[in-house]
C-alpha cells in the first residue's frame, strides 16, 4: 500500500523508507514560524540557542501596530531576539509586515515536501503549497526552534477529488462552508486536495482552504503540486525543492468527490461551522452591526477585489461598521494602486493595517454585547471576536459586503 502526502513528507523528514497512519514521528523543520505573541511575557521563556537562524521566521501579526505596553514590550524584546541569534527574516512593523501565514505565502517560505511551523492554529494554511504545516502549542515551538525537531501521530488522511469550477459568486469561503456542513469534523484526520478542478483554484483560494483546514480540527490539510503552484514558487524563492504527490495506491480513511460547478454561496450561522452552513436566503435579512472582511484566510489581494466589485458605486447602509484587514502590507499597497482601497473607502468602510486583530478579538474592531457580525475570516465561535454576547456569522467577502450595503445579511445578487 502506497503512500499520501503527508506521509511521504513524514517518511522523508523522519528519515524513514515508509510511514503509515497510527505512526509516532520524529521530524526534521525545515521552516519555524515565531509570532510577536511569541515573545509576550506570558508565553516566553529564555532561550540558550536557535538550531538554525536560517530556518526560523519572525513575523508580528496579533498586535500590530502594538496597542498596549505590554505588546510594545514584546515587540522589542523579539527585535533583540532576531539580532541576537541572527534571525535576517524578521518582519516587523512596516512595509514588509503582515499576517504570518500571508507573509510565508507571498515569500514562499512554505516549500512542496517540507515541513513547516508556528504556534499558530491556521499554520495549516502553507498546506496549500504542497507542504505539512500544523500549528503546535507554544512550548512545542520553542523546542522546534532549539532543537530543529518536533514529533507527530500519523493520522488518517481523506482524499478530497475537486472536479468543475466554481460558478460566479461563488468563492473557496463556500467551499470550505460546503465541507464543513457535508462532512462535519475532520479530528484526528489530514485532508489532501487535488483533482482536475484544482487547475480552477488560484493559489490565495488554496489558501483559504487550507486555513479553514484548522476549522475542521484536521490535523494537516495539504493541496496536490501542479504548475500553478511551482510557477508560484519558482518566482518568490530560489530554493530547491521537491514536490510531493501521493501514490496511486495511497491508503485513504475516504475518498470524496466534491463538484466545484454545483456550489453555491453558504453561510454559517453563529457558534460554530461545523454541521451548520445553511444558503444565504435562509440567513437573509438579519440585521448586522458590523460587517468583517480579513485575516490569513479572506484577506487577500483577491478578496479585496470581490468586495470592492460588490462595493463599488454603492454605499454601507448607516449603523453598519465595515472593516477591512489585507492580510500583508504589500497587499494592501497593491490594492491601493489598483483602486480598491480608494472603492472601499468611497463606499464607506474603514481600511485596517495588516493584523490578526478583528479577527481574534484582539483590536481594530471588537464587538460589544448583542452585536450581530458577518465576517468574512476564520472563526465565528461565541466570544471570538469580543463580548460573548455577540453573534458571528461566516461568509465570502462578496456576502459580507453586499450584507454591508443591505444593512442585514444578502446575497451579493440582491
Known amino acids: 500500500m502506497g503512500m499520501t502526502i503527508v506521509e511521504k513528507i513524514f517518511a522523508r523528514a523522519s528519515g524513514q523508507c515508509r510511514v ?32 538554525d537562524p536560517e530556518k526560523v521566521v519572525i513575523a508580528y501579526d496579533h498586535m500590530v501596530p502594538a496597542p498596549d505596553k505590554d505588546s510594545a514590550e514584546a ?9 541576537h541569534f541572527g534571525i535576517k527574516r524578521l518582519h516587523d512593523v512596516g512595509p514588509d509586515q503582515g499576517i504570518s501565514h500571508a507573509i ?21 494554511a502553507s498546506g496549500a503549497f504542497n507542504c505539512a504545516a500544523r500549528g503546535i502549542g507554544a512550548p512545542d515551538l520553542l523546542a522546534a526552534v532549539t532543537t530543529g525537531k ?17 460558478p460566479p459568486g461563488v468563492s473557496a469561503k463556500d467551499l470550505f462552508l460546503h465541507l464543513a456542513g457535508t462532512w462535519g469534523h475532520h479530528t484526528n484526520q489530514n485532508v489532501e486536495f487535488g483533482g482536475p478542478g484544482l487547475a480552477g483554484l488560484s493559489i490565495d483560494a488554496r489558501r483559504t482552504v487550507a486555513a479553514m483546514g484548522a476549522e475542521l480540527s484536521a490535523e494537516f490539510a495539504t493541496f496536490e503540486a501542479d504548475e500553478r503552484l511551482l510557477d508560484y514558487i519558482r518566482t518568490r524563492n530560489p530554493a530547491s525543492f521537491t514536490p510531493v504527490s501521493p501514490d496511486e495506491d495511497a491508503d485513504y480513511a475516504d475518498r470524496r468527490v466534491v463538484n466545484l460547478s454545483t456550489l453555491r454561496p453558504l453561510v454559517a450561522l453563529p457558534d460554530a461551522v461545523i454541521s451548520n452552513s445553511v444558503p444565504v436566503d435562509e440567513a437573509a435579512g ?12 479572506n484577506g487577500s489581494l483577491e478578496d479585496l477585489a470581490e468586495a470592492a466589485r460588490v462595493l463599488k458605486g454603492r454605499r454601507v447602509a448607516p449603523g ?89 445579511i444578502s446575497g451579493a445578487d440582491a
Open 20 to 51: 503509515i497512519a497510527g505512526d509516532l514521528v520524529v521530524v526534521d523543520i525545515d521552516c519555524a514560524v515565531m509570532l510577536d505573541m511569541s515573545f509576550h511575557r506570558t508565553q516566553r521563556r529564555t532561550i540558550l540557542k536557535v538550531h
Open 75 to 83: 515587540h522589542a524584546y523579539g527585535r533583540e531576539f532576531a539580532h
Open 104 to 124: 510565508v505565502a507571498d515569500r514562499a517560505y512554505a516549500l512542496p515536501g517540507t515541513v513547516l511551523v508556528c504556534s499558530d492554529s491556521h499554520t495549516c
Open 150 to 166: 518536533t514529533w507527530y501521530r500519523v493520522g488518517e488522511t481523506v482524499r478530497y477529488e475537486l472536479t468543475g469550477s466554481l
Open 286 to 297: 438579519q440585521k448586522i452591526q458590523q460587517a468583517f472582511i480579513g485575516s490569513c484566510a
Open 320 to 408: 453598519v461598521r465595515l472593516l477591512v484587514t489585507p492580510n500583508t502590507q504589500a497587499v494592501y499597497a497593491a490594492a491601493l494602486k489598483a483602486g480598491h482601497i480608494a472603492t472601499l473607502v468611497e463606499a464607506g468602510a474603514v481600511v485596517t493595517s495588516a493584523t490578526c486583530g478583528a479577527c481574534f478579538g484582539g483590536h481594530m474592531g471588537v464587538l460589544g454585547p448583542d452585536e450581530v457580525c458577518i465576517t468574512a475570516s476564520t472563526r465565528n465561535f461565541k466570544g471570538r471576536m469580543g463580548d460573548p454576547r455577540a453573534r458571528i456569522y461566516m461568509a465570502s467577502p462578496a456576502t459580507v459586503a453586499a450584507s454591508a450595503i443591505a444593512g442585514h
